[in-house]
């Protein structure tokens, strides 16, 4: 019980020095709290569930299975950005809506991705290993990427955007909750596993509240962009599936872990994208920001675009498993 309480402390105290760093000025709207306080503090107690879950063992896979490792960061970090960039142009997405699409590619994979991995009958430790990397590079690449598409998309039009602060805030809201969580697992592993199966559950819960928060907050945009911003986040997800799992194939990996990198290239953590837009650009209305939307219409559409794949994976893996038995 005293672990459970510090860690939940812990997280509180890291979101509210984290929030300020990129709040717009404070006004007395009720919508502020949910983009300055709910909204940071459930990433974060989402990112400490991720951690629960990590031992340092789990970053070794970087070393033992370079080959798998380099061909899903390639894509993760450099084709699925350009992929973005490409599907934005090609859409003719207004700013805000191009710069959420930029920010959702550069997401990490997350919980989801992982769950994901072992329902397809991937690689699930390299799942994971995927996870935790880009978890921790995401926190300079992010910034980095979303700042120059706020000044192509955007021009003059874009808020300021310090690039410096925005990494700080992203890893006092991403990399230091999983090191708390991981933290806990190595020194309490009891306390981690009691913890584990509420906290999983728990940050489920949130991943949905916040995605169907997000769409409904912004649902007269939604409906007005809905033709081309649909394609464009079904586009991003079929594309990097399809581009993951065929350079895995190509590249002779084994169908486990070309599944896994097929998964890890194309699933985003689309409670990130919502939050960063929030931090970013605060809706005039209260509610979420529209840098927001792309992520949150990413979060309900995967589950879509995921199901063939996954149901096509699991089948050929008993095929293989009965040719094997035969």
Known sequence: MRGRLVAILVLIAL?????P??????TEEEGNVIIDIILPLALA???????????????????????AFTIGIVNQMIVLPIVGFAI?????LDGELAVGLMIL???????????????????????ISYTAVVSVVSVITLPLVVGFSMDHFMGESAPSIDIIGLGITMFLLTTLPVAIGMAIRRTKPGTADSLDRGVSLTA??????????????????????????????VALNALMLTIGYQSSKILNLEPAKATTVSIESGIQNAT?????????????????STLSLPSGVYGVLMYLIIAPFIYNRISSSRQSDTLIVD
Do not use: Y
């Open 105 to 127: 590619a550069c997401c990490p994979g997350g919980v989801t991705s992982n769950i994901l991995t072992k329902l397809a009958k991937g690689d699930t430790a390299l799942s």
């Open 204 to 233: 489920a819960v949130m991943f949905v509240i916040i995605v169907l928060a997000a769409i409904a907050s912004e649902w007269g945009t939604l409906m007005d962009n809905i033709g081309t911003l649909g394609p464009s986040v």
């Open 272 to 288: 990130v994208g919502i939050t960063v837009g929030g931090l970013i650009l605060a809706s005039p209305s209260g509610g979420l």
């Open 21 to 26: 760093a990129h709040a717009q000025e404070e």
């Open 15 to 19: 979101v509210m020095v984290s929030s």
């Open 45 to 67: 107690f989402i990112m400490f569930s991720l951690g629960l879950g990590l031992t340092p063992g789990d970053f070794a896979l970087v070393f033992s299975e370079p080959k």
């Open 88 to 92: 934005a142009i090609i859409a003719g």
